[in-house]
């Protein structure tokens, strides 16, 4: 079968590979279409297998909420740069991949991996993952995911950017307190609701460093003892959702803002992009030496 200009151009629709991969790939299946899709798939499993070493700390937040407000899924996708993270393959596959985790029985990611992209279609999340990957030539993963659901509170979200995400579940209030409460803690991070949500022993361990650095003032015990609870209270209010002045009127803290709309935050999950993960420094002339080589 003859490899037209018109089989190859179709050939590059359908993979977004490059002319020359797409007519080598015609060659070796004598033209069937099908065929070489099939063949560039595999090769795609292969370049995506080799570049799985390579550190993926960029990439975006995304976020899906139902209609209701009583479901509601976060997912974060990797990329080994902003570059990557901005494109529209990459952000659309991302889009795919929270819709999917919005209305699967998934619980964790590599259940989630061998999910259909979307609904009806053969082509799961790793195998979309992987042809992604031989398309854009990076490593990218599907890192974590959270799934959410309410029964008698509401579910609202905030993105800052595509690098911070944020979803709150609160029981009172309205969907404009909880965009609120979204966008505080995108802003301020707290680790927990309250201060009944810190575990004992991060208090123990706080108090001890308070305490060893009072001690060092040679005050007496009982003024250490008031110095170290004062210094306890102060790191509770730094750390807790309910004890942080609201970033729009510092005046006014969480816990009185949610008192006054009589409401209360039942939980939150907070992720930024690449937190936790130890990036890897390059030499930028070696890594664009790596690229003109093809590795």
């Not at 065929?35 to 993926?56: F, H, N, V, Y």
């Amino acid at each position: 079968m003859a490899i037209t200009a018109s089989l190859v151009k179709e050939l590059r629709e359908r993979t977004g590979s490059g002319m020359m991969e797409c007519k080598k790939a015609l060659v070796e299946t004598g033209g069937d279409l099908e065929a070489a899709i099939e063949l560039m798939r595999k090769s795609g499993q292969a370049k995506a297998a080799k570049k799985a070493g390579r550190t993926a700390a960029e990439g975006l937040i995304v976020i899906k909420t139902s209609a209701d407000g009583k479901q509601a899924a976060m997912v974060e996708v990797n990329s080994e740069t902003d570059f990557v993270a901005k494109d529209d393959n990459f952000i659309s596959f991302a889009d795919a991949v929270v819709e999917r985790a919005l209305v699967t029985s998934a619980t964790d990611v590599e259940a989630l991996l061998n999910e259909p992209l979307h609904e009806g279609e053969e082509t799961t999340i790793n195998t979309a993952r992987e042809a992604l990957i031989s398309k854009i030539g990076e490593n990218m993963n599907v890192r974590r995911f959270i799934r959410l659901n309410t029964e008698a509170g509401l579910l609202t979200s905030y993105s800052h950017g595509a690098r911070i995400g944020v979803v709150v579940e609160i029981e009172g209030g309205d969907e404009a307190l909880g965009k609120d409460l979204a966008m505080h803690i995108a802003a301020t991070n707290p680790v927990c609701v309250t201060a009944d949500d810190v575990p004992a022993e991060t208090l123990d361990k706080e108090r001890d460093i308070f305490k060893a650095q009072a001690l060092e003032s040679g005050k007496p015990e009982n003024i250490v003892e008031k110095m170290v609870e004062g210094r306890i209270r102060k790191y509770l209010a730094e750390i807790t959702l309910v004890g942080q002045p609201f970033v729009k009127d510092p005046d006014v803290t969480i816990e009185k803002l949610l008192a006054n709309a009589g409401a209360r935050v039942v939980r939150f999950q907070r992720f930024e992009v690449g937190e936790g993960i130890e990036k890897k420094v390059e030499n930028f002339a070696e890594e664009v030496m790596a690229q003109v080589r093809g590795e």
